[in-house]
């Protein structure tokens, strides 16, 4: 079946526009994760929803940072007034259960994000 | 908290050689143990995993034993291929992170002809 799929995969973005990120996990898929990545790093975890609710948005690094998941499936992540240092790539996963550490989180392709 | 320890890249290997790449953890209790790489230009890909000590994952030739008594999931895979050049993180899930994975960051693996 279908895995995880992101859109943009590639956004060039000036320094004070906002940003949309587009997530859509693998049907059925309970939890869904957002991670940073930046260059030559580990992805760091910013947020996790499990179907709507969001449960955790302590890796958000600023409240310009915003995530939603309305009804349970396609996510968006959304970046006001972009700033330089918010240049990575946006990682989304999905896994099957909620709130199960055992479970494995399958990744969509990232989408590149350069702020200018 | 929970941290994960990945060695340094990049790794330069020929084909047919031997490959480890170490990760040590540190973390509560009992964590997930996981193996993810990043082809060039694709995205991240679940390699292996093992959720309880002494269990070995594998997977395409790689293998990695939960070893609780040196907090350690090292990769292994006896004969390399050019095909295996990718970026390999080793992360956790355990039960202070619950649900995060926790990453390393990363071993760039170049594997020569």
Redesign the interface.
Known sequence: GAG?SQSPRYKVAKRGQDVALRCDPISGHV?L?W?QQAL??????LT?FQNEAQL?KS?LPSDRFFAERPEGSVSTLKIQRTQQEDSAVY?C?SSLE?????D???????TRLTVL | GDS?TQMEGPVTLSEEAFLTINCTYTATGY??L?W?VQYPG?????LL?A?KADDKGSNKGFEATYRKETTSFHLEKGSVQVSDSAVY?C?L???D??????????TKLIIKP
């Open positions: 995880v939890s994760f991670y030559g790093q580990g992805p760091e975890f996790y955790d890796g990682l996963a909620g709130l199960a550490f055992r494995t989180q399958y990744f969509g392709p990232g | 994960v964590p997930s996981f993810y694709e995205g991240l890909q679940l995993k959720t993180f992360a899930s355990g039960v992170s619950n649900y995060q994975l926790i990453w390393g960051a990363g």
